[in-house]
């Protein structure tokens, strides 16, 4: 298996989650390491058997394709992405380039090796992960999104998500390559970088910061715990029917300031359990006895906000039996749980030497590329 943006935040939880589930497998993970990969997120599966890293660029077809041939991959799980809304608002054409054109060079490697005939010559398969965004936005009473909503970007992020899904449409329709697409809504949990909304809350709370609530705090999110994400995509990895896709989603529609203040009561209840906190984390209001949600802020909104998302999931739960095990409140606590055991991790990959300190610890990845592959990037 290869999985791209395995050092991401999904992708890490999915190589943790398939090796543990598969042990038997082989996964190369292929990733650029840009400022949202962290070899640190894959800690629990550096040294396993049947684990390789390469640091490498999706848009580079010839590394991609000569690690398919090299490694005799017949599952391609793609996560590689630009991922943060706002980030594509500054500045879109990094998310056109990975991916839009990331998506169609692993399209175009994945079609030469495996079908140099025009048929596949064995049993392959090509995932792509994708998201609700592509559908746009939801009226408060509007039915959630299922697979024959049309799509409607409408931020850069979301508009070259919706482009690279169609690629792989076309590659499936086109060359009959065989192909499966997930589209998912907000995931949390563990290894989520601090940009995104539920740890950049706990972060800034445990500094002391300001939590930043965008425009009224209305805006609707259907969250899902990101191991029921993993099994989800798992189910579709060996069930799921060629050419298809699927929605994922948690049946969890929360408003964000509902959000904030349920993480908020999370932080107060944890501090008030655990005496070391308030020396860890004296910026807190918890550490002095006040509660941490005196630091909610309303600040401007984001440009072209979605309104809501809910995702209809129906087809995924009829055809491949998923439903998410993970109740809000219990995902919530052990995400608080987390990101309070893993200041190094959270502390690091936001200024980098912790990303640093993990390639000095587990060495450069050439020794791992293929004969004949460019040197990484990075
Ligand atoms: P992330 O930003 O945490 O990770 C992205 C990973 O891709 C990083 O490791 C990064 O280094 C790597 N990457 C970026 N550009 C690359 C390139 N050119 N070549 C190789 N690697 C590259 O993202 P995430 O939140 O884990 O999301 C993973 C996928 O899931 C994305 O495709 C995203 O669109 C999709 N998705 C995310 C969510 C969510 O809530 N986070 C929900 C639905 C779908
Ligand atoms: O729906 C799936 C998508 O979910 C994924 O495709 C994206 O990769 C992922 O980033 C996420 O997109 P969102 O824009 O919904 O996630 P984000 O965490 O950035 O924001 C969640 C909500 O919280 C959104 O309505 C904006 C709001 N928000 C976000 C931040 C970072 C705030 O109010 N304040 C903030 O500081």
């Known amino acids: 298996m290869l999985v ?32 949202a990969g962290n070899r640190a997120s894959l800690q629990a599966v550096e040294g396993r058997p049947g684990f390789e ?13 000569t690690l398919i041939r090299g490694r005799a991959v017949s599952t391609i799980v793609h996560f590689a992405a630009e991922s943060h809304v706002d980030r594509s608002i500054v500045g879109p054409e990094e998310f056109l380039r990975t991916n839009v054109l990331g998506t169609q060079s692993l399209l175009q490697a994945a079609r030469s090796v495996w079908m140099p005939d025009g048929k596949a010559l064995g049993p392959v398969r090509f995932h792509h992960i994708s998201t609700d965004e592509v559908y746009g936005s939801l009226g408060p009473a509007d039915p959630a999104f299922s697979e024959r909503t049309p799509y409607a970007p409408n931020s850069p992020y979301a508009a070259s998500k919706a482009a690279s899904d169609h690629l792989v449409r076309a590659y499936h329709h086109t060359y009959g390559l065989p192909v499966t697409t997930s589209n998912c809504s907000n995931n949390y949990g563990p290894y989520q970088f601090p940009e995104k909304l539920i740890p950049l809350m706990i972060v800034n709370a445990l500094e002391g910061k300001a939590l930043p609530v965008y425009g009224d705090g209305g805006n609707v999110r259907d969250w899902l715990y990101v191991t029921d994400h993993c099994r989800a995509i798992e189910r579709v990895l060996l069930e799921g029917r060629v050419g298809e896709t699927y929605n994922v989603g948690g049946g969890n529609e929360w408003p964000n300031v509902d959000v904030v203040h349920r993480l908020c009561a999370a932080l107060d209840t944890a501090f008030a359990a655990d005496r ?16 941490v949600s005196e630091l909610v802020t309303f600040v401007k909104d984001r440009p072209g906000h979605d309104r809501r998302y809910a995702v209809d999931t129906t087809k995924v739960e009829r055809e491949l039996g998923v439903t998410p095990e993970e109740s809000f409140e219990s995902g919530l606590r052990k995400t608080v749980a987390w990101y309070l055991e893993h200041e190094a991790w959270w502390r690091g990959v936001m200024d980098g030497s912790y990303r640093d300190w993990v390639q000095a610890q587990y060495g450069d990845s050439s020794a791992a590329r293929p004969a004949g592959a460019p040197a990484p990037t990075d």
């Open 4 to 35: 791209t943006g395995g050092a991401g935040f999904i992708g890490a939880n999915f190589v943790e989650y398939w090796l543990g589930a598969h042990p038997g497998d082989r996964v190369v993970v292929l990733d650029a390491l840009t400022y």
């Open 53 to 65: 890293f390469v640091t490498g660029d999706i848009c580079d077809g010839g590394l991609v394709a």
């Open 276 to 291: 070391s906190l308030p020396a860890r984390f004296p910026a807190c209001p918890a550490a002095k006895g006040r509660p």
